[in-house]
């Protein structure tokens, strides 16, 4: 019989198969973690330049929430969150080199973790503030000098500076605390005249 005409065994050509499908599979897996790592790269950084004090917008928002308690920021739960994500994205991509996936998979799996127990108890932050809020240094100046009422009007108001300006006070906290101070003081002055009974005006925030 020639070599070549020798019948294909049924069970070989379905493993042959098996295997293909899994090779596929697998590169569609890469491909995957290929595209998520910049998205985690690019939330990583947000959440440092907010920890950096450049981003100020995303610590703002949570002023303008009402409620019991008010809502804290503390870069713990998110810094790790995205830490890990990277890590298990990189997993599969070092997996040759480090001789499996598990040497990555497995811190990352922990950083995940932890991240989702800090987010359901931010109230380690609020007993700890001195360590777990100390940074950014702007937002943890502002929690001690002000009140949640003010906090809260520096958050609308915030929302209606142009864009430039935004962003000049994005990378300076002095000028943003200048700006803060600024409106504290219209904010005491417009609360001094409703508690005489005048009418303030509208317009009386922008006074200074």
């Not at 939330?43 to 928002?61: C, F, Q, W």
């Not at 209606?160 to 000028?175: F, I, V």
Request: hydrophobic share 50%; aromatic share 12%; with cysteine.
């Amino acid at each position: 019989m020639c070599p070549l005409c020798v019948p294909v065994v049924p069970g070989a050509a379905r493993a042959a198969d098996h295997v293909s499908r899994l090779r596929a599979e697998s590169e569609r897996a890469v491909i995957l973690y290929v595209l998520l790592m910049p998205v985690c790269v690019a939330l990583l950084v947000r959440e440092l330049l907010i920890l950096a004090g450049l981003l100020k917008d995303p610590i703002l928002r949570t002023f303008e929430k009402y409620g019991d308690l008010e809502p804290v920021y503390y870069p713990l739960p998110a810094l790790l969150l995205w830490f890990g994500l990277l890590l298990f994205c990189l997993a599969p991509l070092a997996a040759p080199a480090l001789g499996g996936a598990a040497p990555l998979v497995l811190p990352a799996l922990g950083l995940m973790g932890t991240a989702l127990w800090c987010h359901l108890h931010p109230e380690l932050a609020r007993q700890h503030p001195a360590l777990l809020m100390r940074h950014p240094r702007w937002y943890a100046d502002l929690r001690e000098r002000t009140s949640r009422y003010e906090r809260r009007r520096l958050a609308y108001l915030w929302l209606t500076l142009p864009w430039r300006l935004r962003l000049r006070y994005n990378g300076s906290d002095r000028a943003f605390n200048h700006w803060a101070d600024f409106v504290i003081m219209a904010t005491m002055r417009y609360d001094e005249q409703a508690s005489l009974g005048d009418q303030p005006s509208r317009y009386h925030i922008w006074d200074y």
